[in-house]
């Protein structure tokens, strides 16, 4: 098929320099787009042949060359494939990567066009590009932190990050696994096609036996060779009340010489909770301490010191028993007691009480 295209000016006898003439020449043209479609698995190494396009389209290994066969990629710079002039191989000639060319499609096509000259002729190629078990699951965090209390019930739930895996179908994230230990399992659950794990207790915590824990969260493809990818779950366990305060005796006993001045140490009482912060925060006080008591002794709210403010008389008592209280932060309490040992002192003179009785007696 030849075209003729002729512009210019309506025709005039004879030719005028002045006049602009201009000739468009099409030449001939045979567009045959014949189909070819071949599949293939991503990352093949560059020179891999994909297949025989010449053979494929019936076209012949001397033509290629003269007719400056080439391939092309539909709406990108880049190409992916080349043609082996002397075979008529289809051949990958740069990286093939379908997570880089298609994400998460659920397929992956390369549009190309094998392009051949005189007569200009084109054939449409579609490479369907197949996925590898190339990427592991990975955590967008290497470590997961939790603060969990102590008091949490056993079944209660916590949801943990998931895993990505470039990947599609199979090759994907497919199961979770949780390293062995005695408080807690995982549960998985599959919504939208995606896997989410939540962590389980199983047992209570107990702060005081363990502060925290440390466990190893896997993810596996399903892909072959299998692939994974791990996290660290750390588990602070923070405090409950669960713990009151404990002396380090039910009975303490001293000795205290009457008269002992003012300022006088008599006795430490001490008490320790288990708990943590203000759950282990402890204060000491009189637990019904008559007044009297109360005006010969100070007690320290946060050592436990006992100390003598009054005047102490082993004549007036020789024995004294207190009561003290040990208190939390939330109100848990326990109680002991000191018993007083009051020595005495040559503090008092000797007394002489006369007393008379009249009589009288016979001489005889």
């Known amino acids: 098929m030849y075209a003729w295209l002729i512009m210019g000016d309506s025709v005039h006898r004879g030719f005028s320099p002045n006049r602009c003439c201009v000739v468009f020449l099409f030449i001939s043209l045979h567009f045959a787009y014949g189909d070819v479609s071949y599949s293939i698995a991503e990352e093949m190494k560059r020179g891999s042949v994909i297949g025989n396009i010449a053979k494929d389209l019936g076209l012949g290994i001397v033509s290629l060359s003269s007719r400056k066969a080439r391939i092309d990629t539909d709406g990108n710079d880049k190409r992916y494939c080349d043609i082996n002039l002397s075979t008529g191989d289809l051949i990958v000639s740069d990286r093939i990567d379908r997570e880089g060319l298609c994400g998460k499609k659920a397929t992956c096509v390369l549009k190309e066009e094998l392009v051949l000259e005189n ?15 190339d990427n592991a699951p990975q955590f967008s965090e290497s470590m997961i932190t939790f603060e969990i209390r102590e008091s949490a019930v056993k079944g209660a739930r916590f949801l943990l990050t998931e895993a990505h895996d470039a990947d599609i179908g199979t090759n994907t994230v497919q199961r979770y696994s949780l390293e062995h230990n005695e408080h807690f399992t995982i549960n998985v659950d599959t919504e939208g096609g995606r896997k989410h794990s939540e962590l389980v207790l199983v047992k209570e915590l107990d702060r005081e036996q363990e502060k925290e824990l440390k466990l190893v969260l896997t993810a596996l ?5 299998q692939r994974s990818g791990t996290a660290i779950i750390h588990v602070t366990v923070l405090d409950a009340n669960d ?8 009975v303490y006993k001293a000795s205290l010489p009457e008269n002992s001045p003012p300022d006088t140490v008599v006795v430490t009482v001490s008490a320790t909770d288990a708990d943590a912060g203000p759950n282990g925060d402890i204060t000491y006080n009189f637990d019904h301490v008559s007044d009297e008591h109360v005006s010969l002794f100070s007690l320290d709210h946060k050592t436990g010191e006992i100390r003598v403010v009054g005047s102490i008389d082993y004549e007036t008592e020789s024995s004294i028993e207190l009561r003290i209280r040990a208190k939390d932060g939330p109100g848990l309490t326990s109680y002991c007691t000191v018993i007083l040992d009051i020595t005495d002192v040559n503090d ?17």
């Not at 007569?119 to 078990?133: F, G, K, T």
């Not at 713990?243 to 039910?250: C, D, E, I, L, R």
Request: negative net charge; without cysteine.
């Open 119 to 133: 007569p200009l002729e084109l054939h449409r190629v579609s490479i369907h590009v197949q996925d590898i078990n």
């Open 221 to 225: 493809d399903g892909g072959s060779p």
């Open 348 to 364: 008092n003179p000797p007394a002489i009480t006369l007393k008379s009785l009249s009589n009288p007696i016979p001489e005889n």
């Open 243 to 250: 713990n009151a305060p404990v002396f380090s005796q039910a």
